[in-house]
């Protein structure tokens, strides 16, 4: 479902392992980065609650670590959400 919000206004869509993927590691495909942006950014944040605990069963991570890579993809990307995100 967050793979899926975040894909709404692109061409290309980001698949949910991508999605995963990116958020376990903070590594983002070049090609992806807008998508995950505008997730962090304006979906709503039991969305980005979801994707966080749907990424550390999917990688088999704690979510703390999950949710450390989103505090910092949001910083990177510079989002307004940041503090929330952090």
Do not use: C
């Not at 290309?12 to 990116?22: F, G, N, Q, V």
């Amino acid at each position: 479902m967050a793979a899926k919000t975040a894909s709404v206004s692109y061409k290309r869509e980001l698949d949910a392992d991508t999605l995963a993927h990116a958020l376990a590691t903070g590594n983002v495909p070049d090609a992806f980065l807008a998508h995950v942006a505008k997730l962090l950014e304006e979906a709503p944040l039991p969305i980005v609650v979801m994707a966080v605990e749907e990424t550390a069963q999917r990688e088999q991570v704690k979510p703390q670590h999950v949710w450390r890579n989103v505090a910092k993809l949001a910083k990177d990307l510079e989002l307004s959400r940041q503090d929330v995100l952090a």
